[in-house]
């Protein structure tokens, strides 16, 4: 069965600190990694990764994929309040149907003032 | 664009009602996702719909049905609703062949 496991399921961190977000996953003919920012409501997209070793890069988020050891890592430097959130994994495989997302539970980061 | 839109936000239902959660979405997407989200459960996959005119379950379907009205919107329906389906409702869509899927605001459905 495919899966995705996160790690830490949850997290507090104070303002200024660096967190790295684990994923790990188990997914026939895996296609692509993807991270999302959950606040108070949807979930919104950050990153695609689809090569390994490639590190995508968006202010202090960045992010990269190992598909030899089948992880990927999210890490957040200078950590802000505004970084309070679950972060979510999630991953795409090739001939399950299109588009479908095998989800991991989340991972609640806190940050403290 | 108002980008994926979902009606109503919150709903309180008894055991044995029925409803249709809406979602609709402006970005010329041809798929569309309906996702339970449950606390420590991450999100779960209703229903899809990969192009206009197809269904498809997904991981959680009993209980739910969905209508595809065209290439804008999605309905959800519970016909006859639980206590276990209690859930945070999201609705999703993405374009033809690729992974990137975006997201609604959710409705927040309570079953009593």
């Known amino acids: 069965e495919d899966k995705v496991v996160q790690s830490p399921l949850s997290l507090v961190v104070h303002e200024g600190d660096t967190v790295t977000l684990n994923c790990s996953y188990e997914?026939?003919?895996?296609?692509?990694l993807l991270w999302y920012k959950q606040e108070k409501k949807a979930p919104t997209f950050l990153f695609m990764l689809t090569s390994s070793g490639i590190e995508k890069k968006s202010g202090r988020l960045s992010s990269i994929l190992d598909k030899k050891e089948l992880f990927s890592i999210l890490n957040i430097t200078a950590t802000q309040t505004g970084d309070s959130a679950i972060y979510l994994c999630?991953?795409?495989?090739?001939?399950?149907?299109?588009?479908?997302?095998?989800f991991g539970k989340g991972t609640k980061l806190s940050v403290k003032p | 664009n108002a980008g994926v839109t979902q009606t109503p936000k919150f709903q309180v239902l008894k055991t044995g009602q029925s409803m249709t959660l809406q979602c609709a979405q402006d970005m010329n997407h041809n798929s569309m996702y309906w996702y339970r989200q449950d606390p420590g459960m991450g999100l779960r996959l209703i229903y899809y719909?990969?192009?206009?005119?197809?269904?498809d379950k997904g991981e959680v379907p009993n209980g739910y049905n969905v209508s595809r009205l065209n290439k804008r919107e999605f309905s959800l329906r519970l016909e006859s609703a639980a206590p276990s389906q209690t859930s945070v409702y999201f609705c999703?869509?993405?374009?033809?062949?690729?992974?990137?899927?975006?997201f609604g605001p959710g409705t927040r459905l309570t079953v009593l």
């Open positions: 719909s990969a192009s206009e005119g197809t269904t």
């Open positions: 999703a869509s993405s374009e033809i062949r690729t992974d990137t899927q975006y």
């Open positions: 997914v026939t003919n895996f296609r692509s």
């Open positions: 999630a991953a795409s495989n090739y001939g399950g149907s299109q588009g479908n997302l095998i």
